[in-house]
């Protein structure tokens, strides 16, 4: 891998990761761009304890362009975009319209290829293995920055999910707090750590999904199933077999193996509703460690956090998505209308052949 910084006219960085050495890129953004003002701030709500971003600037940001407005395709003659460069392999850079900026974080696009009409999941094994690559190293280089405790590399897939822009893209969003959800994971965590006098949770759970009916596909180092108290209608969450705490922590043998298994889960996804159905909804969510400290989760260090990515669609049905509406919205209580053990056989029925 191969990677080099610069800056877009208005003082973002960009950083394009190459699979080859000898790529060049020095091609410079001529949009006449001002500098980007952002309103972002963080509140937070004093009843439920967790925090709120709130930007305002963000209600003018590039909603459903042509396809040949993308901003995320290279730039090509006179019509500019994002990406200075005529081409590209995957390509990370400041988004424009951030929900998190300066002391409240830092939000970044990741371009997973140029190829404005493909998927993650027509990408090759080489292309996601640099997405990989690329996710590692924004975790690596985003930790460093004094705001930041958490960092999360997700996808959003579908116009159903919220998506605006159709070229195939993800986010990383680097927040100054531990996120609510993390936060749970850890008070359970450190409750089941004290009330088994030191079993691991992540550990205790990966080990009776393996030996369970909700497994989806299995290889050496990576494991995935559908979790026994599933919130949406098909979910699959991936572990690698050995608990690190980040994507930092991968060894060579689970970043290898890694394209082959997360691509297959993808492409499975987008036959679990057959082959006349649009492509999947789905949100891909990474689950790291906080890098701040954890001394509010009584005992449990971040070693005690086991990385895993969560796969879930909101389409429940052919033709009928899963809304959120009073029992989700109003008391974070889920009802799932596909049972677990149900999703997970489907999941191994549409393996490829």
Known sequence: MKKTSTRLADGRELIYYDLRD??????????????????SEIRRDPLLGDSVAIASHRQGRTYHPPADECP???????????????????????????SLAGDAGRCEVVCFTSDHNASFADLTEEQAGLVLEAWTDRTSELSHLPAVEQVFCFENRGAEIGVTLGHPHGQIYAYPFTTPRTALMLRSAATHKEMTGGENLFDAVLERELAGERLVLEGEHWVAFVPYAAHWPYEVHLYPKRRVPDLLGLDEGARTEFPKVYLELLRRFDR????????????AAWHQAPF??????????????????ELFTIRRTSGKLKFLAGSESGMNVFINDVPPERAAERLREVASS
Do not use: M, Q
């Open 272 to 283: 679990i509703f057959g082959e006349s159905e649009p492509p999947t909804p789905y949100i």
């Open 72 to 98: 995320l395709c290279p730039s090509e003659g006179d019509r500019l975009s994002e990406i200075p460069d005529s081409s590209y392999d995957v390509v990370v850079f400041e988004n424009r319209f951030p």
């Open 22 to 39: 000898d790529s060049v890129r020095d091609a410079t953004d001529r949009r006449p761009l001002d500098r980007t003002v952002t309103t």
């Open 292 to 309: 701040g400290a954890l001394e509010e989760f009584d005992g449990v260090v971040r070693e005690d956090f086991a990385l895993h990515l």
